[in-house]
């Protein structure tokens, strides 16, 4: 931390005589001039021996405190014997902080003392700033971009937060104290760019900055106090480790994507290239879930489950898959949400569904119902009817023996279907 007034005053040994000495000295400045305040930067100890003639107390310290200095020192033992006592006054009641320099104590001294907090200052921000970086590094390296979170966190003493291009926090530290963002998110984002922001919210001086010229995400952190310079260095050093990790996690993403779509297309050439559930359905969604396969073909998301939020085909095994894109397709085109949907939306004769199901009862109906639901497969029919499949097969042949026609027809199943689905 840069040395106080106070902690120059007991160090040099001046006598403390007004106003508020723990502010931080950064420069020492010397002048005789009744108006020195067009030279000053602010946050300077200013020295003199008033030589130049300080008459209008009152005023000459309005200027300083304007100007920003933090504290005056005023030498005896030359022009005054000591302070004037105008100048306690006006010190005491602007708050300016106020010591004698004896005549012991040359003015030099006092810089360099101040030089030498400042360069120490300077040296303890940069060994800090050189410390966090490497640790950072190495969270990087170890934990990828949750680990520069946390540690980032711990170095800044404050809460973290990584939001990703939609907004949502992808990763925290301390995530108890952050307050809601989507106000100053909405404007960086309106800023475009590797744009950043400060502010101050619930307490909080926050600090955000856009992540990469694409947008990948928002880093934003938030602490007691305002970041100082090394803090955001290392800041900085935290937001380009993210931009980098989050970046190489776009390139694996896009690897992964692209072996997907090539498994994909060789099991639609008839290749078992994943392990898949023995009966499924094929799925066109908006965004995949992350239990089940998935892939990208020809601009749609593609996935094969049991279930799923999408568009879906009827249950189909590994050999039928290309069948199941077809349907899924059919019934996306159809505004159905599944493929057996899509047969209540064709058009039929009149009487057409009546007449050919006459012959049969309403056990028999369902039976078919589900048996052409499950492709002819018998099993599956069997267990969602509880029956046994020799007692499926009797009700099927049943049917066959009503209607004098076979189930093996192609035609006679899509009769069926269609008839059932309306009634």
């Known amino acids: 931390m840069p040395i106080t007034l106070r902690e120059l005053a007991r160090t040099l040994r001046l ?20 108006d020195p305040t067009p030279f000053l930067e602010g946050g300077e100890l200013l020295l003199t021996t008033g030589l130049g003639g300080v008459t209008e107390a009152r005023a000459y310290v309005d200027r300083l405190v304007r100007a920003g200095v933090v504290g005056l ?48 200052d300077e040296y303890a921000a940069l060994t800090r700033t050189s410390e966090a970086q490497r640790a950072l590094t190495r969270a990087a390296v170890r934990a990828g971009v949750a680990g520069v979170v946390r540690r980032l966190g ?8 990584l939001l990703d291009a ?47 010229s694409r947008a990948r995400g928002v880093l934003a952190v938030g602490t007691a106090g305002p ?10 050093t ?78 189909v095994d590994t050999s039928e898959i290309a069948r199941g894109l077809r349907e899924a397709r059919q019934a996306r085109q159809a505004g159905v949400r599944r493929f057996e949907d899509l047969a209540g939306r064709l058009a039929l004769p009149d009487g057409f569904a009546d007449s ?28 969602e009817l509880g029956v046994h499949r020799h007692t499926l097969r009797n009700r099927v042949r049943k049917a066959e023996q009503a209607l004098g026609r076979s189930v093996d027809s192609p035609g006679l199943r899509a009769e069926l279907w269609l008839a059932l689905s309306r009634t």
Request: glycine residues 10%; aromatic residues 6%.
């Open 15 to 34: 006598p403390v005589l007004a106003g508020d000495v723990s502010r931080p000295v950064g420069w020492v400045h010397g002048t005789e001039l009744a």
């Open 154 to 161: 711990q170095w800044i003493d404050g809460w973290v937060v």
């Open 356 to 383: 050919l199901l006459l012959p049969l009862d309403q056990e028999t109906r369902e039976t078919l119902r589900v048996w052409l639901a499950h492709h002819g497969a018998w099993d599956p029919a069997a267990a």
């Open 227 to 236: 970041l100082d310079a090394a803090d955001l260095s290392i800041v900085n």
């Open 73 to 120: 020192g005023f030498g005896t033992g030359l022009g005054h014997a000591k302070v004037p006592a105008a100048l306690v006054k006006a010190a005491e009641a602007a708050g300016l902080g106020l010591v004698e320099v004896p005549r012991e104590v040359p003015f030099i001294a006092i810089s360099k003392a101040v030089s030498k907090a400042v360069a120490a």
């Open 238 to 315: 935290a937001a380009s480790l993210l931009a980098l990790g989050l970046a190489q996690n776009d390139a694996v993403d896009a690897a992964q994507r692209e072996l997907r779509t090539g498994q994909f297309r060789l099991l639609l050439a008839g290749h078992q290239t994943v392990e898949l559930p023995p009966r499924f359905r094929v799925f066109l969604v908006d965004e995949p879930p992350g239990d089940a396969f998935s892939a990208e073909i020809d601009g749609d998301v593609v996935v094969l489950a049991a279930e799923a939020d999408g568009f879906a085909s009827s249950e």
């Open 166 to 212: 939609t907004g949502h926090p992808a990763h925290t530290h301390n995530p108890r104290n952050i307050p809601d963002l989507t106000a100053e998110l909405a404007r960086l984002k309106t800023a475009g760019g590797l744009a950043s922001a400060a502010f101050e919210i619930d307490g909080s001086q926050v600090f955000m900055q856009a992540l990469g």
